[in-house]
């Protein structure tokens, strides 16, 4: 059983940056794809990027050009960083690891964008 915590979240103003952490508390080794998520109030859950074990990335075109996924699998860690965030960036974000046979997602940490 592996349980991620996010951390990082906060109010900013328009323009700044954040950076997510999600932490495992066991070895994310051999996990086949993180990604990040976020739900805005009144909305379904979205996709926002995903990284598999090779590294390969994907970004929704909302986020494109502007946010990086990346692992640290000695911290077995997932991270997010964010820039040029904008008042539609604001949403309560989730972790998500793909390990088999289980997914698992974290609490979520709250990201609001001021303009």
């Known amino acids: 059983q592996v349980q991620l915590v996010e951390s990082g979240g906060g109010l900013v103003q328009a323009g700044e940056s954040l950076r997510l952490s999600c932490t495992a508390s066991?070895?994310?080794?051999?996990?086949?794809?993180a990604g990040w998520y976020r739900q805005a109030p009144g909305k379904k859950r979205e996709l926002v990027a995903t990284?598999?074990?090779?590294?390969?990335?994907y970004y929704e075109d909302f986020v494109k050009g502007r946010v990086t996924i990346s692992t640290d699998n000695a911290k077995n860690a997932v991270y997010l960083q964010m820039n040029s965030l904008k008042p539609e960036d604001t949403a309560v974000y989730y972790c998500n690891l793909k390990l088999w046979p289980s997914s698992y997602w974290g609490q979520g940490t709250q990201v609001t964008v001021s303009s």
């Open positions: 990284i598999t074990s090779s590294g390969t990335t």
């Open positions: 066991g070895s994310i080794l051999g996990f086949s794809v």
